[in-house]
């Protein structure tokens, strides 16, 4: 029997390491992309992928259609500069949207030949996609995600269903590292649950989702907030 494929766009962010390890440990042959430098994790075949360069989009499309076709396709990219609308340039909001949407588009429309019968994709969207944020072009980015998440479950099924996972804050993500103290303490005060979303248990979440008992669940945006945003 062939091993489960599963592509994971974005294997370098801080979620990264362990959705690769959960799928690792559930015998799926791993592909993931990396701009700068290829992680050190061997059991990931890595391809290069500048997701703010069409150039870069075509020719990981040209690499990747060597493999062996699709069982998951899961994104992990995104970029979060944390600024007001009136702080950007116009070149920050073009990057902002090429790499949190239009890339992920672009690389769906290029794959969609290469999915097997019963294969999944998941977006990660964020809770600042379903309630706004302090930051308008990024939660614009999110939103856009949903929209699509939603779009290509009616369009590419029965082949290929799509689901969306929308966390808060993640406990040890680069972005929650980067936060006050204050500012860490102030999303756990406002959580119903008084804590975190862990990175482990949000890998185990995205594996389980992929897995054959969740076949009718397509189309969903998944809020693991904690109920910060219902």
Known sequence: MNKKHTLV????????????????????????TYFTRKPDIPFVNW?????????????????????????????????????????????????????????????????????????????MSSISGQKGSFDPVYAASKSAIIGLGKSLSQTLSPKTRTNVIAPGLVEQSSMCNQMLPERRQYHVDNNPCRNLLKRNALAEICYELTTEKWNHLNGAVIPVNGGTYV
């Open 9 to 32: 766009i974005g294997g370098t962010t801080s979620l990264s390491e362990s959705i690769l390890n959960v799928f690792n440990q559930n015998s799926h042959s791993i592909t993931s």
């Open 47 to 123: 391809i290069k992928l500048d997701c703010n360069s069409n150039d870069s989009i075509a020719n990981f499309a040209n690499i990747f259609s060597t493999l062996t076709n699709l069982t998951n396709l899961i994104f992990l990219t995104g970029i979060l500069p944390g600024k007001s609308i009136e702080d950007y340039t116009y070149e920050e909001i073009d990057t902002v949207i090429n790499i949190n949407f239009n890339s992920v588009a672009k690389v769906i429309s290029s794959l969609t030949n290469h999915f097997n019968p019963g294969s999944h994709i998941m977006l």
